[in-house]
T-cell receptor, first 113, second 112 residues
């Protein structure tokens, strides 16, 4: 079945460092791919999305490119801020009638001032 | 624009007591709705989803049940809570393709 694998956390970086959180997927067909962010005590927010191969999703300085050849959707940001500290989830949606989304296990990111 | 509400925001309940969590969506019609649970420091576990009024699918056998009495209302219930039911409960709805889900603010449940 479909699945999402993302790098284990926690990830701790200094402010202004470059961020990469790896995400790979297994799916039949051409799923849509997402990154969600969860700040402490809150629900998940959609951060960015990509719906087809080579699409680049971007938002708030974060980017991810849909790479079908490597089945990857790595999240990147050039210069992180303390306010980026959160848990990040990679996810995919397929073509089931229930429109279910498959989530990765989440990566906790902590940014030091 | 669409908005999703959950209440209560926090809840502390004794073992063996009943539970009712509510989720409502505004600004859309006939949405697919989902209940997730997130244990402390863990990922998301899909509990139930619904594609229409009265239509409930269970993903994991639980001490929980779900109902959808109205188009934009989704309720999570239990007759007798267990300690293992503690967690952060999230409701979500889905937009048409590419099927991204939008989440409510969550309910933090502590069973004592």
């Amino acid at each position: 079945g479909d699945s999402v694998t993302q790098m284990e956390g926690p990830v701790t970086l200094s402010e202004e460092a470059f961020l990469t959180i790896n995400c790979t997927y297994t799916a039949t067909g051409y799923p849509s791919l997402f990154w969600y962010v969860q700040y402490p005590g809150e629900g998940l927010q959609l951060l960015l999305k990509a719906t087809k191969a080579d699409d680049k999703g971007s938002n708030k300085g974060f980017e991810a490119t849909y790479r079908k050849e490597t089945t990857s959707f790595h999240l990147e940001k050039g210069s992180v801020q303390v306010s980026d500290s959160a848990v990040y989830f990679c996810a995919l949606s397929g073509y089931s009638s229930a429109s279910k989304i498959i989530f990765g296990s989440g990566t906790r990111l902590s940014i030091r001032p | 624009s669409q908005t999703i509400h959950q209440w209560p925001a926090t809840l502390v309940q004794p073992v063996g007591s009943p539970l009712s969590l509510e989720c409502t969506v505004e600004g859309t019609s006939n949405p697919n709705l989902y209940w997730y649970r997130q244990a402390a420091g863990r990922g998301l576990q899909l509990l139930f989803y619904s594609v229409g009024i009265g239509q409930i699918s269970s993903e994991v056998p639980q001490n929980l049940s779900a109902s959808r009495p109205q188009d934009r209302q989704f309720i999570l219930s239990s007759k007798k809570l267990l300690l293992s039911d503690s967690g952060f409960y999230l409701c979500a709805w889905v937009r048409d393709r590419p099927y991204e889900q939008y989440f409510g603010p969550g309910t933090r449940l502590t069973v004592t």
